[in-house]
């Protein structure tokens, strides 16, 4: 923070800083320090005062806005990346989270740099940089491969201090802060470098395909690097850059070659290396390719060989670029058309001069069969000087010259050595030979390692063949390198035995039938699979794993005896018992039931859930009224189904009939319980009716006795059940009742209150049934047993004392 004291003339211009909340009270959203450094911590809003110090008691004060404290600083304590840092203030001081260190380039120079690691890509939005020394202008720029980078942000008019810069998000992995101004000699620093942003759904690499420039996988001449090439797939994949890696065969460290980070494959020494490109995204894909070294062991066919020379310097003749001493030299005269040539009659690929200092910047190499025809093998436009390896196409030819075009330096050309590279005819697949005539049978299947022991057979033939051609050579050359790289492993059995021994196991009646055959077909592919030597790795995992699938997609075969019996006990049902309406949903059920129950594939839940079905319709059947119905009789009904009445009665006659909800029963229950107390010591009240009958809106009195039936709950149906007949009085009688299916059936003589009891234990030496004429034809039960003898017992006992107190 910045404070202007006003006015310029005032005496002590310093102030005091301090942070505190919108009410001036103590805050623990940002703290500042003496210098007027604030530091957010969460966020909210503080507000900033700047008080004079000279005693004018003169303040100003500004509210600050703080965002984005809760988002996670990406870039703390990531590894990062800098033009140049000075030794007390390195890099990673940027990115350490405190504001009392930092990163300071240490360099006088506008184009200084610091870049930091996300370690993972991330959608950037926002940084905040906290400048010692600022930039006045800058770019933040992201970089999926710290190689190519994009701008975020790009700052014209940068003010120092703390700067929060907030942009349009874009997926970056790499952070830079380039600077493209300072706005001092000191280069720039940065107390701390803080990076926002949210997560990134990246889209992993799912596949690699490895190029080579040259379109083949060999090296053949000395010291030639090979590119290659990595495609990337999906092409929208997020990161598609590769770490490259070399290995011998086995995958053991190699030193037939090296590797550069951009897939150089630099070869040292003959044979084959195994070349890895794994991505860098944390997919963990790779993939490897196989490349084939030779020429690295070729000699310099110039070696001793005669060289001429334009003209010399001293004793620096021309014979001393073919003596095989780097202590050596052949000098020419100063001037640009001067050249040097080495008498060779072979075929030969690659001219490696060894300049001195005095090299050319301009040159080419020349061959001849005749010393006077000379045609161009290369043409070099920008020489080095040093070391300089020059590849060509195999050409055959007898001389060799370096032809000067322009000198370097004002020197006159100097070289140490000239060498020249070439080999013989059948050099390329003698060494190829030697290389894989040793390949062990065991680990590849008999029919390619066939086809490769006959090509191998026939290479053996054309190197011991003293007038083979060219075309043999080559030809035969091609076909092994083909057949060789056709190779293929035999495959890994061992999860596939197991898989096969497991299915050996499984019994074929525990399972439906349609499962079961999967598995056995899957069996039988993953058998054949198994005994075929041929077969590769690929078709092995697929076969085994469709038997693991076919096994744990085997469906157990469902038990169907409580079914059967259920059917078969529906199937004798007397369906003229129950109603048309109960049976039809009953019917719908069975033949559901049916066709699982004949279904040889249904499963143990299918099972399950139709006999749920079959039992629910089966108990909810509604049986009809079991009351015999004679001439001129009447039947008629609660509205609900639930009470039926037959008898000799009026056509028009109608049935009032009420349930009485728990509340009514239980104040019946405490008035019944007050007058016939042991009564309910053995018997429970589990539902009360009240029964009437009307004739024309006047309440009907019986003239005869009717039959009633009351339609049982079903959980009272396996009860211990009776009807009573409770009377004006609140006494009990018990009726004689008769449970029949669905119903309990008695007789009655006129309608009032009944209920249905159960008994929880009935014992025939306290119960004595005594009948009694309530009316003309009616009967009622009352019951005595000990409570009589008890009464009796009492009775004695009381006249035997009253006796003994007159005496």
Same mark, same amino acid.
């Given at each position: ?21 919108? !009410? ?48 996670? +600083? ?47 890509? &991330? ?10 020394? &600022? ?87 000395? +010291? ?44 040292? =020494? +003959? ?51 073919? %003596? ?20 060779? $009659? ?77 080999? /013989?005819?059948? !050099?390329?697949?003698?060494?190829? &030979? ?12 008999? +029919? ?29 050359? *091609? ?6 790289? /056709? ?21 074929? $009646? ?13 069996? !039988? ?7 075929? =030597? ?24 469902? %038990? ?54 079959? *039992? ?37 006659? =109608? ?7 728990? *509340? ?6 405490? $008035?019944?319980?007050? *007058?016939?107390? !042991?009564?309910?010591k053995r018997a429970t009240l589990e539902k009360v009716y009240d029964l009437h009958l009307f004739l024309k809106g006047e309440k009907y009195n019986l003239d005869e006795t009717v039959k009633v039936a009351i339609q049982i709950d079903d959980n009272l149906r396996h ?5 009573? &007949? ?49 009316? %003309? ?31």
């Amino acid at each position: 923070m910045y404070a202007e004291v006003l006015p310029d003339t005032a005496t002590d211009k310093r102030v005091e800083w301090s942070v505190t909340d919108m !009410e001036n009270q103590e805050t623990k959203l940002a703290e500042i320090t003496s210098s007027g450094k604030l530091t957010p911590f969460k966020n909210g809003k503080v507000k900033v005062v700047a008080k004079a110090v000279d005693g004018s008691h003169i303040q100003g004060e500004k509210v600050i806005t703080l965002e984005n404290q809760d988002k996670e +600083n990406l870039a703390y304590q990531k590894p990062g990346f800098a033009s140049h840092a000075e030794g007390a203030n390195p890099l990673q001081d940027a990115f350490d989270g405190k504001i009392d260190t930092r990163w300071a380039s240490g360099q006088q120079s506008d184009d200084q740099w610091i870049t930091v690691d996300l370690g993972d890509v &991330y959608q950037v939005n926002k940084v905040v940089l906290y400048w010692e020394s &600022y930039a006045l202008e800058y770019k933040i720029q992201g970089s999926m491969d710290n190689k190519t980078f994009y701008d975020l942000y790009v700052e014209k008019s940068g003010q120092g201090n703390i700067e929060e810069k907030t942009f349009d998000a874009k997926p970056a992995r790499y952070v830079k802060m380039q600077c493209v101004k300072s706005s001092s000699q000191y280069g720039s620093s940065l107390w701390e470098f803080q990076v926002y942003g949210d997560h990134y759904e990246k889209t992993y690499v799912d596949k690699i395909n490895i190029s080579t420039e040259s379109g083949q996988n060999t090296i053949t001449v000395k +010291n030639k690097p090979l590119q290659l090439i990595a495609n990337i797939q999906p092409v929208d994949a997020t990161i598609t850059t590769v770490e490259w890696a070399v290995y011998n065969q086995d995958e053991s460290v190699t030193d037939l070659a090296t590797i550069t980070k951009d897939g150089k494959l630099v070869p040292k =020494q +003959n044979g084959i290396v195994k070349v890895v490109a794994q991505a860098t995204d944390g997919s963990g894909i790779k993939t490897e390719i196989m490349i084939t070294i030779t020429g690295q062991d070729a000699k310099n066919i110039a070696f001793q060989k005669t060289a001429t020379a334009t003209s010399q310097t001293d004793s620096n003749d021309a014979n001393k670029v073919t %003596d095989g001493k780097t202590n050596t030299r052949w000098a020419a005269q100063n001037n640009d058309n001067e050249s040097i040539t080495i008498d060779l $009659e072979q075929p030969c690929y690659q001219v490696s001069i060894l300049w001195e200092n005095a090299y050319a910047k301009g040159y080419k190499i020349q061959g001849s069969l005749d010393d006077h025809n000379y045609f161009d093998i290369h043409y070099e436009t920008n020489g080095q000087g040093s070391l300089e390896n020059i590849y060509f196409d195999t050409t055959l030819v007898k001389y060799v010259k370096m032809q000067g075009i322009k000198r370097a330096i004002g020197y006159g050309y100097s070289i140490y050595e000239f060498e020249i590279y070439g080999k /013989a005819l059948k !050099e390329d697949l003698e060494v190829f &030979y030697n290389a894989i005539v040793n390949t062990d049978a065991s680990l590849y299947t008999p +029919n390619n390692y066939h086809a490769f022991q006959d090509i191998l057979k026939q290479a053996d033939i054309i190197l011991k063949k003293e007038d083979a051609s060219e075309t043999d050579v080559t030809s035969i050359l *091609k076909k092994l390198h083909e057949v060789y790289e /056709a190779l293929i492993y035999r495959a890994q059995t061992d999860l596939l035995k197991i898989e096969l021994d497991k299915a050996q196991t499984i019994k074929s $009646e525990q399972y439906t039938p349609s499962s079961f055959k999967n598995l056995q077909m899957a069996f !039988e592919q993953a058998t054949k699979v198994y005994r075929d =030597q041929n077969a590769t790795q690929l078709q092995v995992d697929e076969v085994c794993q469709q038997l693991k699938e076919a096994i744990s997609r085997l469906i157990t075969r469902g %038990d169907k005896q409580k079914l059967g019996n259920l059917l078969k006990e529906v199937n004798q049902l007397n369906q003229s018992l129950y109603t048309e309406e109960s049976l039809k949903g009953l019917m719908t059920a069975k033949n559901n039931a049916q066709n699982i129950f004949n279904n040889q594939d249904a499963t143990e839940q299918q099972i399950q859930n139709i006999y749920q079905e079959l *039992k629910s319709a089966y108990d909810n059947l509604i049986q009809k009224p079991s009351i015999d119905v004679k001439p001129n009789e009447v039947i008629i009904s609660s509205v609900d189904q639930s009470v039926h009445i037959s008898g000799a009665l009026p056509k028009n006659i =109608q049935l009032e009939s009420f349930i009485l909800n728990q *509340k009514e029963m239980m104040k019946v229950f405490k $008035e019944l319980q007050n *007058k016939n107390p !042991e009564f309910f010591k053995r018997a429970t009240l589990e539902k009360v009716y009240d029964l009437h009958l009307f004739l024309k809106g006047e309440k009907y009195n019986l003239d005869e006795t009717v039959k009633v039936a009351i339609q049982i709950d079903d959980n009272l149906r396996h009860k211990n059940l009776e009807v009573i &007949y409770i009377d004006e009085s609140g006494h009990i009688h018990k009726l004689d009742s008769v449970k029949e299916g669905q119903y309990i059936n008695f007789e009655t003589t006129h309608f009032s209150q009944y209920a249905i009891v159960s008994y929880n234990q009935i014992d025939s030496q306290t119960v004595i049934q005594e009948q009694v004429n309530t009316s %003309d034809q009616t009967q009622f039960i009352t019951y005595s047993g000990l409570s009589l003898i008890s009464i009796i017992g009492i009775y004695i006992l009381l006249k035997n004392t009253k006796k003994k107190y007159n005496q």
